[in-house]
């Protein structure tokens, strides 16, 4: 291990040789043990192969583009959460300069993800795509796509999913979620042609952020169960 990873273990945690750890390939987790420490570098001997984790469905967040410093929070809790991908959005709605300012932040969520998922246990880290335009991510065809809609006439999110019984851990789903001022009649009039479903979650106006986890808590733990 080297670059900042070996530098924290070496300086700040002050690791020493015999210390075992979890360690990721961004594919499988492996138990290991240190072997030699130096401020720069760490080496490990692979003791053993790690449980794979259980079979997930693939999700996939398509989140407008909201102020930065929740967006970041939007990043850590996606991957807690077992997010697949996560794709910024530029929506109508979302705030002039940030799709600009977004491409410079990508590599930062990136790493905020990989923390977030070292936290989780993930063996993988979501990826994080560079932003898109929405007409764009329409084109995205998992099996399951629900539109985020912050007005009256969506279905409860509840309601539009699958019986459980039909529900496999190979399914694909989308998630929408809009900018903080909302969607526009035309980019509802969008998602409704490529074939979204319109979901609620609340009676009330949640804030952006707090709809992507709300509706990616639920379709996890949808499939949680999932064989």
Known sequence: MTGDDARHLARVLRAEPGQRYELSDNHRAYLAEISAVDPRRVTFRILEPLP?????????????????????????????????????????RAEKGL???????????????????????????????????????????????????????????LRALPPEPARGSEDSIAIFTGPEGGWTDGERA?????GGTPVSLSHHILRAETAAIAALAICSNAWHSVS
Request: net charge positive; charged share 25%.
């Open 190 to 194: 969008l998602a409704n042609n490529a």
């Open 52 to 92: 794979a984790e259980a079979p997930a469905p693939r999700i996939t967040l398509y989140a407008a583009l909201i102020k930065f410093d929740r967006f970041e929070w939007l990043v850590e809790k996606a991957t807690e959460l077992g997010v697949t991908r996560i794709v910024p959005v530029n929506a109508a």
């Open 99 to 157: 799709t600009s300012a977004a491409a410079k932040r990508v590599e930062r969520w990136q790493k905020i993800a990989r923390e977030s998922s070292q936290q989780a246990r993930r063996a993988q880290s979501p990826e994080i795509a560079p932003p898109s335009e929405f007409s764009a991510v329409l084109t995205d065809s998992s099996r399951y796509r629900y539109f985020l809609e912050e007005q009256a006439g969506g279905v409860p999110l």
